[in-house]
């Protein structure tokens, strides 16, 4: 059930390019008294990146409850979003990418579902990968196996300073990440993922969207990075950083003389506001390990209520790293992929719309470590392209 309970709250349909969409809403105002509910329903059609009312606030001291939602895409391709707003802010309910044809539905009492037109075709692929990683840091500790050797082979950031590059998957300084093609027309929807390890852990396919290099690892006040902007690679497809996190890359092994939980950063949240500061915490996974290998990389807790990087603005380290080199990146999480068994293959659970690909995707795999012995992995990617 969607309930708008007072006169400040709302429920409003993201566009996020400029497609053709078509929505519909029906919903059922209960007064506070003892009066008959009064139903109420609303259509309109959007081509534009914007921000649309579908469902308006109640009147006063009166409940309105959504019983149906709607948003057909009418051409091209749709990235779309629900979001509840309270009057100051919002929150999103529900976002999905939509293929010419095909309608995101809510009924009440069922929830949400996605309804696709038919095809005789699909278009569609796997991509295989091997890497072969040395031993991480410390149990608990997470490693990127970017660095590694194996097909594809070793990825770095490269020389493209505080400011940083966006990556586009096809460049030869991305030809190290694990490829996909560009779809040919459409998106790219990962279907199913398989992957084996020699040693049981966890791991994470990401998209990294952003890197940079050139931090100074003994200076312990802020560093303006004001990187770049991001490619339109987001969960929206978008360049606002939706569902993207913060990670520090170790590519030089570093010499710091304990565990550092003091290092921040500043950056615009994917809802354009500035001045949000991302944050360690001083327990395992979360802070940067004693004298990290290559290959350790730490990931940020982002402020709370942010659901997304737009832009980084400064890094401070807290305390010095000693030596070595690291670099910040931006990467948008798509699915995890357990290792239960070593050397046993096993399918990562995927919802059956997939997990959109989108045009320059740059994959990276890692890991939160086990054992702190090396580990070699290999998997497969189904990539359907509709």
């Known amino acids: 059930m969607i309930l708008l309970s007072n006169t400040s709250t709302s429920l409003r349909l993201e566009t996020s390019n400029t497609a053709t969409v078509n ?27 914007t921000n649309t009312t579908i469902v308006a606030a109640p009147a006063a001291a009166t409940k309105r409850t959504v019983k149906q939602l709607s948003v ?17 802010s919002y929150f999103y309910v529900h976002r999905v990418t939509l293929n010419a044809g095909t309608s995101l539905h809510y009924e ?7 309804s696709e037109v038919l095809k005789s075709a ?19 500790y997470h490693y990127l196996h970017a660095k590694d050797s194996g097909y594809p082979g070793a990825w770095a950031p490269g020389t493209p300073g505080l400011s940083g590059r966006a990556t586009d998957g096809t460049a030869s300084g991305d030809a190290g990440c694990i490829r996909v093609p560009n779809a040919s027309a459409g998106t790219n929807y990962l279907v199913q993922a398989l992957l084996a ?10 998209d990294v969207l952003w890197v940079n290099s050139g931090i100074v690892v003994t200076t312990t006040t802020a560093q303006t990075i004001n990187s770049v902007a991001l490619p339109a690679r987001d969960d929206l497809g978008g360049t606002n950083g939706v569902g993207c996190i913060i990670g520090l890359l170790t590519t030089t092994a570093n010499t710091n003389a304990g565990a550092i939980a003091n290092a921040t950063v500043s950056y615009t949240n994917s809802a354009g506001v500035a001045g949000r500061t991302a944050t360690l915490s001083a327990f395992v996974g979360a802070q940067i390990p004693i004298t990290p290998v290559i290959g350790t990389v730490t990931w940020f807790q ?20 000693g030596a070595g080199a690291v670099s910040l990146l931006v990467a948008r999480p798509l699915v995890m992929l357990p290792t ?28 939160q470590a086990a054992a702190t012995t090396a580990t070699t992995c290999m998997g497969t990617l189904v990539v359907e392209e509709r």
């Open 122 to 140: 699909l278009a569609g692929y796997s991509t295989s990968f091997q890497k072969v990683g040395t031993g991480a840091d410390t149990v608990g």
């Open 72 to 88: 057909y895409c009418v051409s091209g391709t749709a990235t779309v979003a629900i979001r509840r707003h309270d009057g100051s």
């Open 23 to 49: 929505w519909s809403a029906s919903w059922v105002d209960v007064p506070d008294a003892s009066s008959a509910p009064a139903p109420g329903s609303g259509e309109g059609s959007v081509a534009t990146a």
């Open 108 to 114: 009440d009492g069922r929830g949400w579902h996605v």
């Open 302 to 321: 982002l402020a709370a209520g942010d659901v997304g990087v737009q832009s980084i603005q400064s890094v401070t380290l807290g305390t010095s790293l």
């Open 197 to 206: 390890a020699t040693v049981v852990q966890g791991y994470q396919l990401f």
């Open 340 to 367: 239960p068994l070593a050397n046993v293959a096993v399918d990562a659970p995927l919802l059956a719309a997939g997990v959109p690909l989108w045009p320059g995707s740059c994959l990276h795999i890692g890991y």
